[in-house]
C-alpha cells in the first residue's frame, strides 16, 4: 500500500500537492479526535435522547446551529424547513468540499434499555408511536460536530472552504410537505455560494464490524421508486365468475408477470435489481368477486437506464396482462431518490484516505446496497463519495446484533472516532490533492 501513496504523490508533482497531508499533521489531528471522544459520545447521546421525524427536526437543528455558531463559523438555519449549514473558511485558498449528515429520526418505539433511551412519542398517521434514532443519524450528527471543531481549530491547516449540512428528512417526509431533505436543500441552493465541487457522507452500518469502513465505486445504494396498481374488472356472485372479470386473478397474474421483469428482461450482470409487491387489497367476503384490486410495490435500482426501463417493463406488462383478461390496470410509478453512484475518479482517489484514516486492513470494498439514501441527489449535482462506517460491537455475535429501523437497533459508540478521522482525512486529502501550492 505505502507503494501506492507514493506513485500517487509523484503522479501529481507538478499539478498539485502530495495526495496526502503530512503525517505529523495527521498525527494531530489522531490526538485532537480522541481527546474529543467524551464530547462526541455526550452528543450522541443527547440527539439519540431527543429524536425528532422528518421535517420536524426543530430542536435539533436549533442545537447543531448554537454548537456551530459558538465555533464561530458562518451558519445558515433554517434550511430545507429544518437544517442546518455552516461554512467555515480555511486560511489557504483552495476547493469547497461539503460534508453531510441527517438528522432525522422514526416512528419508532425504542426497547434498548439505556439510561439515554427515547421516551418520546407522537402522533404519526393517526397512532401513537415512540421515536427512535434507530438508523444512526444520531451519530452521523455527533461526527460531523466533532469534524467542524476539530477543523475549525486548525483552520490554519485547511486549504479551501468546508460546507457543513445538516440535512433533515432523509427518512422520507410526509408526502404533504412536498419535497424535502437533499432534494429541497439543493432546491434552495445549498451547493451554490460557494460553489461546492465534491461532497463527502457516511452512513452508519450496524452489520458491518465497529470500526471497519466499506466502500465501492459506482452504485452503492439502490434507487427507490414506489409503484400503485389499480386492477379494475367487473364485480359477480362468487358461484358465476363467468359474470366477472376478475381483478383478484387479474391481480395474481400481474404479480407473477412483474417477477420475470428482473428474472427474465433484466441485464442481471451489470447490476441487480428489485420489484417487490408488499401490499394488496381487494374484496370483503368469500363469495363476492369485487370490481377491484389494488397492489402496492417498491423497485429497486442501481443504475439510471435500467431504472427507466423496469418502469416500462412494469407499466407494459401490468396493463397488457390486465387487457388480456378484459380488464384494466392503472399504474402509477411514484419517483422517490435515484441510486447513490459514488463517482468513479473521485472513489479512486480518496480511498487510500479511508485506509489511511482506519488502517488498511479495516477498509474493505462492500457489495452494494438494495437500500436507498437521499445523499443520491447531491452526487447527481456534483461528484460524491459515500461509504459505510461499521458499529456493531466487537463482544456482540452478529446474528444478534439489531439491523436498522428496528427497536433494539444499537451502535457501538466506540466507531465514531473512526467516522470523524475518516471524514477528516477526506477533507484534508482531497483540498492538498485539489489545491495549488
Ligand atoms: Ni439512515
Redesign the pocket.
Known sequence: MKKFYQTICLSLIGIAACAQMDSKLKARLDVQVQELEPKIIEWRRYFHEHPELSNREVKTGARIAEQLKALGLEVQYPVAKTGVVALLKGSKPGPVIALRA?IDALPITERNSLPFASKEKVMFSGQETGVMHA???DG?MAILLAVAEILSKNKTELRGTIKFIFQPA??GAPVSDGVSGAELMIKEGVLENPKVEAIFGL??QSLLPSGQLAYRSGGLMASVDGVDIRVKGQGAHGATPWDSVDPIVISSQIINGLQTIVSRQTELTKDGAVITIGSMHAGIRRNIIPEEAMLEGTIRAFDDNMQKKIHADIIRTATKIAESAGGKAEVNIQVMYPATVNDAKLTEQMAPSLQRAAGVENVKITLPVT?A?DFSFFQQKVPGFFFFLGAYPADMKLDKQPT?HTADFMIDEKALTTGVKALINLTMDYMMMNSKK
Do not use: A, F, T, Y
Open positions: 441527517d438508523c444512526g443519524h452521523h432523509e427518512e452512513h452508519i437500500m439514501e436498522h
